[in-house]
Structures are given as structure tokens and as C-alpha cells.
């Protein structure tokens, strides 16, 4: 079973640090062979040689499921939120090189435009399963955009529909006030070392580079929790359930 390693006595270093950013990397949670693992588990869902990604996996793999549940995350969570959590959903995410999907560049957007939940209340972690970088599609944030309101978007084509003349497609929503936001925050090409997670507040402007390698996938998984008692619009496609962990 996976054990991963926080150490708890930089729990408030790590509150400050993702109060003022938005965000937060943790390196060497996860060791070699949990990476392996979780690659390994994930053989189930994988099914095509394009798949992108796999929602909600935790109500289907009770490895998953240990994952999202796992008390050294949530204790994180509860102490960067000063409030008890639930888990709402997960994903695992397939950006192999050399696919369609690999080559998709997701453009600013924030993850809170899609539950609409109340600031703050909303957040998710990242487990870098590959190491992460601008040249495997790795992703961007706005330092300190998370101080924002929802902002308004607009819906692109999706992934399937849409690529320019050097395959890459620019799917999901793109936030319409995107060159201001620029302009008023530092966008950073973030690096996930293999095995580190990213914790991410939810109103955070991020996105994503296309996956340009010629051999380096990037597999990621992601666990999204909700501040408890608080509501927010679950989604049609694979909804968000609110899960008591505690």
C-alpha cells in the first residue's frame, strides 16, 4: 500500500506559502515505485492508445479510492482550508506523447468556474506520476490569481473537433479577460518533479502546454475536496458527489 510523506511540522510554512501564491509544490511524496503503482492501476482504464483521461476512478478502484482518502493529503487539505473536507471528484489524466490528446494545450481557465462553489472552498491536489514540464505539456499558473473572482469564459471546441496546422487543439474554456490577467500576474511554467503533488486553489488561472516530446507521457492524478456544508453545482458529463472521508 502507498505511504506518502508530508511532514506535518511545515504544515503552516506550507499555508502561508499557498495563502499568498495560490498554489503549492511538495516534492518526494510519492516514491519510484508508488508511481509505478498508480501507472499500473490505471492499465484498467486505459483502454485506447488516444484515451486522455479517466473521471471519478476512486468510486471504481479501491486503490483510488486509498489515494483520495489517504489521511496525510486530507490532514493537509483540512489544514490549508481551516475546515473539514470532503471528496467531490477525481481524474486521471493520460497526456502521452505522440497522441491527439497529448498535443492539447488547455488555455487559462479556472477549475472553480465549473462547481461554482463559494471562494475558498474549493481545491485541488495534483500528483505529478511523470515528471511534469513545459516540453511533455506541462502546466501554467498565474502566481497569486487566486485572489480573483470567477471570472467570465467562453466554451472552446473540444479536442476532438478542432487542431491547427501543427495538430495542437486549445480545449475547455478560456477566461475573456485573459490578457489583462496576463499583464497583471506572473505566469509560470510550473515543474513537478516525479512523485511530487501540487496542491491548487480552485479560483487559480491555469493551463496547460501541448505535449511536444517525442516519447516523455505525462500522466497525472488529480483529487478535487470541498469545504464540508458548502454547495456548489455538481456537472452533467461525470458528476461531483460530495464523499465524507472522515
Known amino acids: 500500500m502507498l505511504a506518502p510523506e508530508i511532514n506535518q511540522d511545515k504544515f503552516p510554512e506550507y499555508k502561508k506559502f499557498y495563502n499568498d501564491h495560490g498554489y503549492l509544490v511538495i516534492e518526494n511524496v510519492f516514491s519510484n515505485e508508488d508511481c509505478f503503482e498508480f501507472k499500473a492501476n490505471s492499465e484498467n482504464f486505459s483502454k485506447e492508445p488516444d484515451y486522455p483521461v479517466s473521471l471519478n476512478v476512486h468510486r471504481e478502484s479501491d486503490f483510488f479510492f486509498n489515494i483520495i482518502s489517504n489521511n496525510q493529503i486530507v490532514s493537509l487539505i483540512k489544514f490549508l482550508q481551516d475546515a473539514d473536507i470532503d471528496a467531490v471528484n477525481d481524474q486521471y489524466l493520460f497526456k502521452k506523447a505522440n497522441t491527439k490528446y497529448g498535443r492539447q ?5 479556472q477549475d472553480n468556474s465549473y462547481p461554482k462553489a463559494k471562494k475558498d472552498s474549493y481545491i485541488i491536489c495534483h500528483v505529478a506520476i511523470d515528471r511534469s514540464e513545459k516540453e511533455n505539456g506541462g502546466l501554467i ?19 476532438k473537433e478542432e487542431s491547427d496546422l501543427n495538430g495542437i487543439t486549445r480545449p475547455g474554456q478560456t477566461i475573456t479577460n485573459k490578457d489583462a490577467m496576463l499583464e497583471k500576474y506572473t505566469s509560470i511554467d510550473m515543474i513537478f518533479p516525479k512523485g511530487s503533488i501540487s496542491i491548487m486553489h480552485g479560483n487559480l488561472i491555469h493551463g496547460s502546454h501541448a505535449n511536444l516530446s517525442p516519447s516523455n507521457d505525462r500522466n497525472q492524478y488529480s483529487m478535487a475536496y470541498m469545504n464540508r456544508n458548502v454547495d456548489f453545482f455538481p456537472g452533467k458529463m461525470s458528476p461531483r458527489i460530495r464523499k465524507k472521508l472522515y
Open 105 to 109: 494545450s488547455w488555455t487559462l481557465h
Open 141 to 159: 499558473y498565474l502566481d497569486g490569481s487566486h485572489k480573483e473572482d470567477i471570472i467570465d469564459f467562453k466554451n472552446n471546441k473540444s479536442w
